[in-house]
């Protein structure tokens, strides 16, 4: 008996990895892992009625593959991070901010369009946690973010030639449709929300009507010998008008990495 | 298609016509007074309060102090001037900051009589007092405990407290002296409260602003204390008081009146029931303002400070026969 459930268990896993590789052959993905640098404008009321403004590191790793039911699907996740330390107008204080993005999408995709042209559309779903910390202020001194969102995303991608080397441009942009995210009131102290757990709709609906954003990427990709070397400008603009609060985060940054071509199992 | 092309030409447009950004005066000396003047409209939490009770008209205090501007001015006659206007608060958690100097109005304490001589205290806690995070406690010789407790910003832990009152447990009555106590850490004052009751106790409520009006408050919450799981108090407490006692103080004292075997003995409190928010000027001065009200178990603002239950003032005979007149009395009624 024992044996026939372990034949059993055998078989199954020899299918799943069988169908595994398979899948690996039929889906060959894009890999980027990219740094970059930049300068960020951090705002907000809770904090401060002033914008900051300074240097910020970006970091970005997006993987990008097709579906293996469908080959107009294509798959994309991206991992985005950034840390900046900004300064108000007058030099006389300073925010610290840091955050992590995860995002995933689902697109169709239109290719070839013309000439080379591919156009891809679809949804996104975006994951998002920071913080914003005032290194001068007392009972309010930082601002906690967090937030799920669900976006229209859409990507246009070129490939040209220049002696018999392919190059390739992309833009990507999303836009947040409807989310929610976290946020204390117009003069709720974190104090209130946490230690007296006083929750007072600390979850707000969001829209571009009260948080419109705007996520955009413009990638060049130039191979490099075996390699391929991707240089990137991105800018994430993300606003929110909630709870009587104003806020903005604007990051603009150039980055570099490089882009691996992962497939498994060759034709 | 067409409509994906549409939409990527209109999402930047989109963004640039719904921009959130900053909507602050610049940075003149009629800005940054008006910015200052909008902080303290909008987000300032007893400017109700303060028009029933000492008659402020903030509306008229913009009129009365922008005919003091002059564009000509400097950065230490602007500050003056909205030292000035801050002062009319009669708030010690309003304070300005430049590189230079603080605003503030520390009338709350400095008009009235201290109650307090700190080398008399230490008299009283002798050389060989103990110890216990930011708590100094001995047994004074009649068997009473005595605990000073100076700055509620001393890190305070309940392993710390139930330590303290193991070893006062013999003591036939507790002083607590917080005189001089100008407040600090709002969690200390809790923990501490948690060791002097055996129930959840209501103690007071707290509201927060939800707008930039000037009645624009949240629903207040009830504030509860819950009883501590290390060593509780069952024997009679009295807790001086003087009018530094502030802030984080003043809440103290309005939870430990809500225990049992609880009275309080000395001068009012000097208040301060405002938790404070900072925010900033056009300048990069900060300012800092009462953005969150606590009230007490009947509703009942304690800004301007709580009455003891026992007056009682430091008598300069006494301290010339090196006699604090607060402990002395607190030991003679705890004896009874």
Redesign the interface.
């Known amino acids: 008996m024992t044996n026939t459930y372990m034949r059993c268990l055998c078989l199954c896993l020899l299918s799943a990895i069988t169908f595994g590789l398979h899948a690996q052959h039929q889906r060959p993905s894009t890999r980027v892992l990219l740094f970059g640098l930049g300068r960020s404008s951090q705002?907000d009321t809770y904090?401060?009625?002033?914008?900051y403004k300074g240097p910020a590191l970006t970091i970005l790793s997006e993987t990008r593959r097709q579906l293996l039911r469908n080959e107009h699907v294509v798959y994309q996740s991206r991992i985005e991070g950034m840390v900046t330390n900004t300064e108000?107008?007058?030099?006389?204080?300073n925010q610290m901010a840091g955050d992590l993005t995860y995002a995933s999408a689902w697109l169709r995709q239109?290719s070839p369009?013309w000439q080379g042209l591919t156009?891809m559309?679809g949804g996104q779903l975006r994951a998002h946690a920071g913080f914003l910390y005032?290194t001068?202020?007392?009972?309010?001194?930082a601002q906690g973010y967090a937030d799920i969102q669900s976006a229209?995303t859409?990507i246009?991608q070129q490939q040209f030639h220049i002696r018999r080397q392919t190059l390739s441009v992309c833009?990507q942009?999303a836009?947040p449709v409807i989310g929610g995210m976290f946020t204390p009131?117009?003069?709720?102290?974190y104090?209130?929300i946490f230690?007296?757990g006083?929750y007072?709709h600390n979850i707000v609906c969001t829209h571009?009507g009260n948080a419109?954003?705007?996520h955009?990427t413009l990638t060049f990709d130039i191979p490099v010998r075996h390699a391929t070397v991707r240089v990137a400008y991105q800018s994430d603009?993300r606003?929110?008008?909630v709870a009587?609060l104003?806020?903005?985060h604007y990051t603009r940054a150039g980055l570099i990495g490089y882009v691996r071509n992962i497939n498994l199992w060759r034709n | 298609?067409k409509v994906?092309l549409r939409?990527?030409v209109l999402?930047?447009l989109?963004?640039l016509t719904?921009?959130?950004?900053?909507?602050?005066p610049d940075?003149s000396v009629r800005g940054n007074f008006e910015?200052l003047w909008q902080?303290i409209d909008q987000?300032y939490?007893f400017l109700d309060y303060k028009a029933d009770h000492i008659g402020l008209d903030w509306n008229e205090v913009h009129q009365r102090y922008a005919n003091r501007l002059a564009p000509s001015m400097n950065n230490s006659q602007l500050f003056e001037v909205l030292c000035e206007m801050l002062s009319e608060l009669q708030d010690g958690h309003v304070n300005l900051y430049t590189?230079a100097d603080v605003g503030r109005n520390w009338s709350w304490y400095e008009d009235y009589p201290r109650n307090l001589d700190v080398s008399l205290r230490d008299e009283y806690l002798g050389t060989d007092y103990k110890i216990a995070s930011g708590l100094r406690y001995r047994i004074l010789d009649d068997n009473i405990g005595y605990v000073v407790y100076e700055s509620f910003s001393s890190a305070l832990g309940s392993g710390n407290i139930s330590d303290v009152l193991h070893y006062l447990r013999t003591c036939q009555g507790l002083i607590l002296d917080v005189r001089g106590n100008t407040g600090g850490n709002?969690?200390n004052a809790?923990l501490l409260t948690e060791h002097f009751t055996n129930e959840k106790i209501l103690v007071g409520y707290?509201t927060?602003?939800?707008?930039?009006g000037h009645s624009?408050f949240?629903q207040p919450?009830a504030?509860y204390i819950q009883p501590s799981k290390g060593i509780r108090w069952q024997k009679p407490v009295i807790i001086l008081t003087n009018r530094e006692c502030y802030s984080a103080t003043n809440t103290f004292v309005r939870n430990m009146r809500a225990c049992p075997g609880v009275r309080t003995l000395g001068d009012q409190t000097g208040g301060g029931s405002g938790?404070?928010?900072?925010?900033?000027l056009?300048?990069?001065?900060?300012v800092?303002f009462s953005?969150?009200p606590q009230f007490d178990s009947q509703m009942q603002q304690i800004e301007f400070g709580i009455q003891p239950d026992i007056p009682c003032s430091l008598d300069s005979a006494d301290v010339a026969r090196h006699r604090d007149t607060l402990i002395e009395l607190a030991r003679a009624l705890l004896k009874q």
């Open positions: 705002y904090l401060s009625p002033s914008a108000n107008h007058a030099e006389t204080a239109w369009l156009l559309a005032n001068r202020n007392g009972n309010n001194p229209l859409v246009g833009y942009a836009l009131r117009y003069g709720q102290s104090y209130n230690s007296q006083h007072d571009p419109l954003s705007l955009q603009l606003q929110a008008h009587g104003r806020q903005h | 298609m994906l939409l990527l999402l930047p989109m963004l719904a921009c959130v950004d900053e909507e602050i940075n910015a902080i987000r939490c590189g709002l969690s809790t707290t927060y602003k939800r707008g930039t624009d949240a919450q504030e938790m404070p928010f900072n925010s900033e056009p300048n990069g001065w900060a800092r953005a969150s």
